[in-house]
């Protein structure tokens, strides 16, 4: 996938494991903006092992005048009620001085067409309730909040002990 968008010198195109250095840094950033980078523990080889070799994950590299501007980070999810796969998007990114131009919009498109091109019967995300630009754009697009589901995590050694039969 190498698609040209509406916008001129703006393309979209696969992630390959030669990107894995971008893509982390693009986290990186990401994590920075959300004030969560000391949660951040991926790497390169880690991304290329998982993401790549394993077929973990996906992402779009956005580029414009041929220098990378952004990327989305993605992959397949499968809903039991309607038996039918979804797309996850984890992570969007746009550098900041590249933002309000459209990129983040024709990346989302770009996202959208992957899930109907796959037969997936839903496109979710994630946007932290304080992003209320994030959450605008994404009402005026025709996204809804689920307001009925909230995320659990588990991680680190609770997970560790959950596991081992503890804390149960």
């Not at 523990?41 to 041929?66: P, W």
């Not at 919009?105 to 992003?131: Q, T, Y």
């Amino acid at each position: 996938m190498n698609s040209s968008t509406p916008i001129p010198g703006f393309i979209i195109r696969r992630a390959e494991k030669k990107d894995a250095p971008l893509i982390l840094r693009y986290i990186r950033e990401l994590a920075d903006f959300e004030n969560e980078l000391d949660q951040v523990s991926a790497t390169v080889s880690l991304l290329e092992d998982n993401m790549f070799d394993k077929n973990g994950a996906e992402a779009l590299i956005g580029e414009y005048d041929e220098k990378s501007v952004g990327f989305a980070f993605f992959h397949e999810s499968f809903s039991t009620f309607l038996a039918k796969p979804s797309l996850h998007l984890v992570d969007l990114y746009i550098e900041p001085d590249m933002r309000g131009r459209g990129f983040g919009n024709a990346m989302l498109s770009a996202l959208a067409k992957i899930a109907i091109k796959r037969g997936c019967a839903r496109f979710e995300w994630w946007v932290h309730d304080w992003n209320e630009a994030a959450i605008g754009h994404y009402e005026n697009w025709g996204a809804k909040q689920v307001d009925y589901i909230r995320i659990y995590r588990m991680t680190g050694q609770a997970l560790v002990d959950f596991a081992e039969g503890r804390n149960q």
